[in-house]
């Protein structure tokens, strides 16, 4: 299932077994059974993981960069809202 952590103070991620790029002022991580997706505190998105559900974003990475609010997964994806 979905995991998100969130305790409302920023920090760093330490990943046993997988790289957790860039992954430093995480404010919440969300988790599916393959990747994860860390919301860091400028509002950006850092993901890694299986390639296949959702731990590569290069493709929409420049949309990743700020200005994104929240983060919501399922098994296969992520999807990251983003501030109006």
Do not use: H
């Not at 991620?13 to 790289?19: E, K």
């Not at 860039?22 to 969300?30: D, F, L, M």
């Not at 400028?42 to 929409?60: F, I, K, M, N, Y």
């Amino acid at each position: 299932g979905n995991r998100q952590t969130n305790n409302g103070v920023g920090g760093s991620v330490v990943s046993v077994g997988m790289c957790a790029p860039e992954a430093v002022g995480v404010s919440s991580i969300v988790a599916n059974n393959v990747a994860f997706a860390a919301l860091k505190e400028t509002g950006a998105v850092v993901t890694w993981g299986d390639a296949r559900c959702g731990g590569d974003s290069s493709a929409v990475a420049d949309r990743l960069v700020a200005g994104v609010s929240s983060i919501l997964g399922n098994r296969q994806a992520f999807a990251a809202l983003k501030e109006a």
